[in-house]
């Protein structure tokens, strides 16, 4: 660690943040009589706080976005001579960074061929909502406006994107919602809706079939989705739900919106989620990893059938896009997610993440057959979850402050990890680990060694 903060005045900082920031996710109360932790540093894996404690990161910057670590000087060298060079213009027109990346990207998404850019993960999904709308009104009536979405799943913060939320205690308290949004079942195998079938993964989908149906199909414009349910659980779905979900969508004219926005650019070790189940979205949505956190940017890529649509007809001052996002103009985005690209590919961090999801997953299996409190580890790739449970056969969810101790033991002993989080009533119990693509064996062992002594204390 650089020490060199320490000749800033630390307690300022810390009395400036006291008085001043509202922290995200955060309960201020507690700050009354204690201080809020303050990241000054990081580099590699490891971040440092104020009083100059070291902690292993394994959730990537809190929120699943530092896939290739901290520190990379070749990203803010990029970044800075871009800023130089041009710092921004509005997305009307064109920029160098933004066509090599967006070219680039591409080159990674086959059968699709457009890259809307914005600035967040929320702001990338309301482009999409707001495409199938306009798609319902420019080819339906308005009629097949409705889009559904997954129970456990999550698309982001805004009014119109928490319509889309499958987390009841994130959307609580923030209606009355946008229209038109339609829940349809989650795929959680090991929380089963319909007992013990024999092809679940069919089963969950044939749910979504049910709910068009009921629905009308010719109401329905979109489906959304994420390829592993992340903050309702880190879920991946059974095997035959992607096939028949693809199917289903074919059927019925319906679009297929992947959210990537956690899974993107490689954390379950492919570049996208949706790849590792053959699936051929309409729309996919990403941010987080994009640019591992070096700069702001989020991407709504299409296929070119979509595109078309809002452009067969230049007479009419109605027919296109009209929409903007001011700082999908900002070049630092797509300047940093190219060098981001480039570390990814010349790293081999695919394999790598493909090579240290299965060690985590090993020692979380482990982990189970020591602690009657694990009852159920899953995930893909770098993307992770153990769900706690007070009784493996009942399959009971452990108290919430019990998952939180954990989480808070491991903090203790300098590994940050994360769970489920004022999500789901009742089921905010899974512990979830995503640390960065460069991860390595004993990076693994020690996040998993932290989380065996704290479920030893916590439940002992």
């Known amino acids: 660690m650089d020490a060199s903060f320490l000749s800033n005045d630390i307690e300022n900082v810390v009395d400036s943040d006291k008085a001043h920031v509202w922290h995200h996710l955060t309960q201020h109360k507690p700050y009354d009589s204690s201080d809020p932790r303050i990241i000054v540093e990081g580099k590699g894996m490891l971040v440092w706080d104020q009083h100059g404690k070291e902690h292993l990161d394994a959730v990537s910057g809190g929120v699943w976005t530092v896939n290739v670590g901290y520190g990379r000087e070749s990203i803010a060298n990029a970044v800075r001579d871009q800023l130089i060079k041009l710092n921004y213009f509005a997305g009307s027109a064109g920029s ?154 074919a059927k019925y004219d319906i679009l297929l919106h992947i959210d990537e926005v956690v899974c993107g650019v490689g954390r379950t070790g492919a570049w996208f989620g949706y790849q590792n189940y053959g699936v051929k979205p309409d729309l996919v949505t990403m941010a987080k990893g994009v640019a591992s956190g070096y700069a702001a940017i989020a991407c709504l890529v299409t296929t070119e059938s979509v595109f078309e649509m809002f452009k067969d007809d230049a007479e009419d001052p109605m027919s296109y896009f009209r929409d903007i996002s001011t700082f999908g103009g900002c070049t630092a985005g797509p300047t940093a997610a190219l060098e981001n690209l480039r570390i990814i590919e010349q ?114």
């Open 347 to 460: 790293e081999n961090l695919l394999d790598n993440t493909l090579a240290m999801g299965d060690r985590v997953l090993d020692n979380l299996r482990a982990l189970q057959d020591k602690h009657k409190v694990i009852g159920d580890v899953r995930g893909k790739g770098l993307f992770c979850g153990a769900e706690l449970v007070a009784d493996r056969a009942s399959k009971e969810p452990v108290a919430e402050k019990r998952v939180q101790a954990v989480v808070a033991d491991c903090m203790k002993q300098g590994v940050i990890i994360g769970a489920t989080n004022r999500s789901l009533p009742g089921f905010n119990n899974t512990l979830c680990l995503s640390p960065a693509l460069i991860c390595t064996p004993d990076d693994v062992d020690r996040i998993t060694d932290a989380i065996d002594q704290a479920l030893t204390r916590v439940f002992a």
């Open 96 to 249: 160098v960074p933004g066509a090599q990346f967006a070219h680039k990207l591409i080159d990674k998404m086959p059968g699709l061929s457009r890259v809307y850019y914005c600035n967040s993960g929320s702001e990338a999904n309301e482009k999409a909502f707001k495409m199938i709308r306009q798609i319902a009104h420019k080819r339906h009536g308005g009629r097949k406006h409705k889009i559904l979405y997954r129970d456990r799943d999550y698309h982001g913060t805004t009014i119109t994107c928490l319509s889309a939320g499958g987390q009841d205690e994130r959307n609580a308290q923030y209606g009355p919602y946008t229209p038109g949004f339609v829940r349809v079942p989650h795929c959680l195998e090991y929380r089963s809706q319909w007992g013990e079938v024999d092809n679940y993964g069919e089963r969950a989908a044939d749910a979504i079939e049910e709910v068009i149906l009921r629905e009308g199909p010719d109401t329905i414009g979109g489906l959304c989705l994420e390829p592993v349910t992340a903050g309702g659980g880190v879920i991946p779905a059974p095997q035959g739900y992607w096939e028949r979900v693809q199917e289903i969508c």
